[in-house]
């Protein structure tokens, strides 16, 4: 069994940063390592993913994100990172780390889910 744990989020002003981190009990190699995020009433979209090994290599962001947003990920501790800069009264959502075999926008390929960590930036 795979377990996510996403801490990081918080109350941010616009313009402002946070770093987000999803730590797995699993094997993260090999996997779509990916970041989704939910606002409220809306469908959960797809943020960022990073690809390693047999899911492929790179990194890749949503059009909305690019330019703002940084994933990596630290092998070592087992752990992915969404490093978030000029924040947006718009980025205001839950954000979900997630585990895939392949990299996909649709949650639905997702096999494992963190529990979320809210981010709220303020205007």
């Known amino acids: 069994q795979v377990q996510l744990v996403e801490s990081g989020g918080g109350l941010v002003q616009a313009g402002g940063s946070l770093r987000l981190s999803c730590t797995a009990s699993?094997?993260?190699?090999?996997?779509?390592m990916t970041w989704f995020r939910q606002a409220p009433g809306k469908e959960r979209e797809f943020v960022a993913a990073?690809?390693?090994?047999?899911?492929?290599?790179?990194?890749i962001y949503a059009d909305s994100v690019r330019g703002r947003f940084t994933i990596s990920r630290d092998a070592a501790k087992n752990t992915v990172y969404l490093q978030m800069n000029s924040l947006e009264p718009e980025d205001t959502a839950v954000y979900y780390c997630?585990?895939?075999?392949?990299?996909?926008?649709?949650?639905?390929?997702?096999?494992?889910w963190g529990q979320g960590t809210q981010v709220t930036v303020s205007s």
């Open positions: 990073v690809l390693t090994g047999w899911s492929g290599g790179g990194t």
């Open positions: 997630a585990r895939g075999r392949a990299y996909s926008t649709s949650p639905s390929d997702y096999d494992y």
């Open positions: 699993g094997r993260t190699y090999n996997y779509a």
